[in-house]
Structures are given as C-alpha cells and as structure tokens.
C-alpha cells in the first residue's frame, strides 16, 4: 500500500512538472523599447493607439484578438475596411487613458512612444502595474546595438513580435516574405543619371513649418534602397521640421509629396503644399518646383507600418514616370 502510495504521488509530480515546463515553453518574451512583455498566451484583448498599428495588426491576421482601435489620420485602406468594422472604434481622435482601460486591453501597440504619457494612455510603467503590456514600433525604438539596421528591417522585426504576441506566427512569415519581394525589385531599378539624385520628403506643413523625412525614418530606407539621396538624411529624427531656406539650401531634384488629406488640417493636402511651395520665395525658384517634379505618396504610407511597401513601390514608380529611372 505504502508503495501504491509513493507511486501515485511520483505520478502526479510528474504530471505536474510535464505542466509546469510545458507552461514555460508556451510563455512569449519580448523586449520592446527597453521593457520586456511576457505573455503565458497570445493576447487577445489588443488596443492600436494608432492607425498604422491598426492596420499591422489587421494586415497580420489579429482582428479576433483586437479589443479596440484609435486615432485615424485618414480612412483605413480598403483591403483592411471590412475587418477593421469588426473591431471597436474606441475614438478617432487622440485616446486618451479612460477610453482605452474601458477596453480592458491586456496589450497597447503604438508606432510611437509619445502615445504612452499622462496626456495620453499613462506610462508604460503605470500600465505594466495593471498588468498591460506597451509595444512600441522599433522604427521609433531602434536598438542601440544593431545601428545598422533600417527601418524595413525593423519593421521586419515588428511583425515577427507582433506576429508572437497575438499568435499570428504564420501570417508574420507571410508578411516578410513579401515585403523582402518587394525591397528586392526596388533594389533592381537602374537609375539613369550618374550624380546623385536629391530627394524631398515632404510629410507635412504645420503653422508654416515644413516637416520632411530624417535619416532613420521610412523614406530614409527607401532612398537608401532605391540609391538616391534623403536631402535631410544628416538629420537623426524621423520627421524634422525644417525651414523653407534650408530646403531651398539643399536643391531637391524631386520633392515627395505627402498626402494627407482627409486629416483635414491646414496643409494636408498635396494641392495646398504645392501652393506653398509655389508662393514662398525661399523656394519657388527651385528646378523641382518649376519644373513639376513631383511624387505624390499617402503620408500614412511613410509611417512604419505595413503599407510602407506601398510608399516604396509608388517612389519606384514616381522615379520612372519622371524619367530618373528604368
């Protein structure tokens, strides 16, 4: 009996040790922006605090796991729509933290980390205490060990992190995959003219500041890839905002455009910042302004997330119909 005894409880500690490790095996790690998210299943209660982690999450299959979305700058692209009206619109202005815990949200996913302050959803150590795990896009994060990296590589890494916290491995795969295909047929053009070909990146206008693509920013990966020169690729920001003097200074051959018009601010559209550049001195003289040379891209498609390979295949196409390439 005494045996029967012992044999029974070896059998349960074996039991639940196999469980015990089995639980460890399953348990997702990720560093994020310098704060680890660990997760004993995939998330199924995930808030985009923005739309270009909106769409990410939408483009990566998590829809069933999403709890909420927020802050559209412009309508969401039409092969996400119909998914995306399955998911709660918490608001479509900045969230604020009241709306977003009405979600109950066990994961926040942002393309920035200015989304995780007071004025906005509370800090990330404030929600790690509620048991919510912050992610941020490592384009806006790069880590500090790997400077080589660009912001399609980072990118990369984004949807494999996110792809593991909403148990969307596959998908992820997927996703890469063609994001390398594309990367791979820009790097395939040939540019026409031998001296470098000088590019503004035009994101918006703000109480007359410009604001345009620095160096470690989407259009800074795809001039890097596509072989012509970020004009402000010198500047470590994402999006500097810069005077009109010192664009002028730097005599772009083609200026992107960067639409955002159903935003509705002042400045958004393309046709309002071809005003300015036509009407302000300090560059209306410029070849690209008299001449037309012009790339019109959707501005959400510069931010980092999973349309930028629209951004870049539409400057490879901008780069041909204007004759800098074939």
């Given at each position: 009996?005494?045996?029967?005894?012992?044999?029974?409880?070896?059998?349960?500690?074996?039991?639940?040790s196999f469980?015990?490790?089995?639980?460890?095996?399953?348990?997702?790690?990720?560093?994020?922006?310098?704060?680890e998210i660990?997760?004993?299943?995939p998330?199924?209660?995930?808030?985009?605090?923005?739309?270009?982690?909106?769409?990410t999450?939408?483009?990566?299959g998590?829809?069933?796991?999403?709890?909420?979305?927020?802050?559209?700058?412009t309508?969401i692209?039409a092969?996400?729509?119909?998914?995306?009206e399955s998911?709660?619109?918490?608001?479509?202005?900045?969230p604020?933290?009241?709306?977003?815990?009405?979600?109950?949200?066990?994961?926040?996913v942002?393309?920035?980390?200015?989304?995780?302050?007071?004025?906005?959803?509370?800090?990330?150590?404030?929600?790690?205490?509620?048991?919510?795990g912050?992610?941020?896009?490592?384009?806006?994060c790069?880590?500090?060990?790997?400077?080589d990296?660009?912001?399609?590589?980072?990118?990369e890494?984004?949807?494999?992190n996110l792809g593991?916290?909403?148990?969307q491995?596959?998908?992820?795969?997927?996703?890469?995959?063609?994001?390398?295909?594309?990367?791979?047929?820009?790097?395939?053009?040939?540019?026409?003219?031998?001296?470098?070909?000088?590019?503004?990146?035009?994101?918006s206008?703000?109480?007359?500041?410009?604001y345009?693509?620095?160096?470690?920013s989407?259009?800074g990966?795809i001039?890097?890839?596509?072989?012509?020169?970020?004009?402000?690729a010198?500047v470590?920001?994402?999006?500097?905002?810069?005077?009109?003097?010192?664009?002028?200074?730097?005599?772009?051959?083609?200026?992107?455009?960067?639409?955002?018009?159903?935003?509705?601010?002042?400045g958004?559209t393309?046709?309002?910042?071809?005003?300015m550049?036509?009407?302000e001195?300090?560059?209306?003289?410029?070849?690209?302004?008299?001449?037309?040379?012009?790339?019109?891209?959707?501005?959400?498609e510069?931010?980092?997330?999973?349309r930028?390979?629209?951004a870049?295949n539409?400057?490879?196409?901008?780069?041909?119909?204007?004759?800098?390439?074939?």
């Amino acid at each position: 009996m005494r045996f029967q005894s012992t044999l029974r409880v070896s059998t349960a500690f074996m039991a639940l040790s196999f469980l015990a490790t089995a639980a460890v095996a399953q348990e997702i790690k990720i560093n994020s922006c310098g704060m680890e998210i660990v997760q004993d299943k995939p998330a199924n209660s995930i808030v985009t605090l923005d739309q270009s982690s909106t769409e990410t999450m939408l483009g990566l299959g998590a829809a069933p796991n999403m709890a909420g979305t927020a802050y559209l700058k412009t309508e969401i692209a039409a092969q996400y729509r119909e998914v995306w009206e399955s998911v709660p619109l918490l608001t479509k202005d900045r969230p604020t933290a009241e709306v977003v815990r009405l979600a109950e949200p066990d994961l926040l996913v942002a393309y920035s980390g200015y989304f995780f302050s007071d004025q906005w959803v509370g800090t990330r150590e404030e929600l790690a205490e509620l048991g919510v795990g912050t992610y941020i896009s490592a384009v806006s994060c790069p880590p500090a060990d790997e400077p080589d990296l660009d912001s399609f590589d980072l990118l990369e890494r984004d949807f494999e992190n996110l792809g593991n916290l909403s148990g969307q491995e596959a998908a992820a795969k997927q996703v890469i995959a063609e994001q390398r295909d594309a990367i791979a047929a820009a790097r395939s053009i040939t540019l026409i003219q031998d001296e470098p070909i000088r590019v503004l990146w035009l994101y918006s206008v703000f109480e007359g500041t410009p604001y345009v693509a620095g160096g470690p920013s989407v259009p800074g990966a795809i001039s890097e890839i596509t072989g012509v020169e970020n004009i402000f690729a010198d500047v470590n920001e994402q999006w500097p905002g810069v005077s009109w003097e010192a664009i002028a200074d730097r005599e772009p051959d083609i200026i992107v455009l960067g639409d955002l018009s159903e935003r509705g601010s002042p400045g958004d559209t393309v046709e309002e910042k071809i005003e300015m550049l036509t009407s302000e001195p300090g560059v209306s003289y410029l070849d690209a302004v008299t001449n037309e040379q012009f790339v019109v891209v959707r501005a959400i498609e510069m931010d980092p997330s999973i349309r930028a390979v629209n951004a870049l295949n539409m400057f490879v196409e901008g780069l041909k119909r204007l004759g800098y390439a074939n």
